[in-house]
């Protein structure tokens, strides 16, 4: 029964946010459609049992427009793209969805997130309750791990199918970040610590592209895509300040970012269909990046 439930605070809020803006009348038609109802309009009473549900579940508001009795979800900053709300909406939808498409699995294929699997849990508590973690951490440019890491976790952030703990090392007395797939002997120490109160989570990585968090200077970055390679950014945009200027033969994204290893790469990935206009520096860092690359194959 409480999965049952479950799953139509799910469709309720997906249909709300597929149609943007919604009357009693079209949902009731979607309703109808729906796998869940037995062909019959939902009942009033129960429509606002499922929006209050859904919204203290997901976090969000299921508001009604006065003027045009339309439904919608008020987009504030917590239920906005990006944030933790609209990831576990979208994680949920698509769970419900591939739960119910046992029939065809074989037919489809997904990425995994092995980081999720053992250490998400552990490290979502010890930020939940202000504990310190302590772990062996074996990054990839090292043979042998480091011992004893502890951090004051401050935020997870997902990036490219694995998760990322950033925080206080209280060792070195400084912001790093580390990836948890790389972590083994994870423990939650039982002794707690007080978050500075001076570190703004969203400002530190606001102008960061991937988990790469630097104090560097924030550059104004112009990049050139052709029409093709503008369609695919303007669906996936490459960063939360990602704005456009179109011409005819292309499209010219403008960005507030500091430069990082991960940028670059990101910019390689696109191939010759994304090109660097500025920052010089950062044409540089791709330029350098391209040239190491060709003299691997003029010189094996």
Known sequence: MARDLFNRYIWLVDTIRRYGRITRAELDACW??????????????????????????????????????????????????GSVTDWLLNSAVTNDVLTNSRDVSAKIFIEDVPSAREHLAPVIEALRQNHPIKF??????????????????????????????????????????????????????????????????????????????????????????????????????????????????????????????DLVEEILSHGPRLRVLAPAELRAMVSDELRAALAGYENP
């Open 32 to 81: 109808c459609r729906s796998s869940l109802s037995d062909g019959r309009p939902m009942p009033r009473r129960t429509f606002h049992n499922y929006r209050a549900g859904a919204e203290e579940m997901f976090n969000i508001e299921i508001k009604c427009d006065p003027s045009t009795f339309e439904y919608y979800i008020d987009n504030d900053a917590e239920a906005g793209k």
């Open 136 to 261: 062996s951490y074996s990054p990839y440019t090292r043979s042998q791990p480091s011992k004893g890491v502890t951090v004051e976790p401050y935020f997870l952030k997902l990036f490219r199918q694995r998760w990322y703990v950033t925080g206080r090392h209280t060792g070195q007395k400084r912001i790093k970040t580390y990836a948890l797939d790389r972590m083994s002997d994870l423990q939650i120490l039982s002794d707690t610590f007080v978050p500075d109160q001076a570190f703004d989570a969203r400002e530190y990585s606001r102008h960061a592209f991937g988990i790469i968090f630097t104090d560097g200077p924030v550059h104004d970055v112009a990049l050139f895509a052709d029409t093709r390679q503008a369609k695919y950014l303007r669906a996936l945009p490459l960063h939360p300040s990602q704005t456009e200027e179109t011409g005819d033969n292309g499209s010219i994204f403008h960005y507030r970012m500091r430069l990082s290893a």
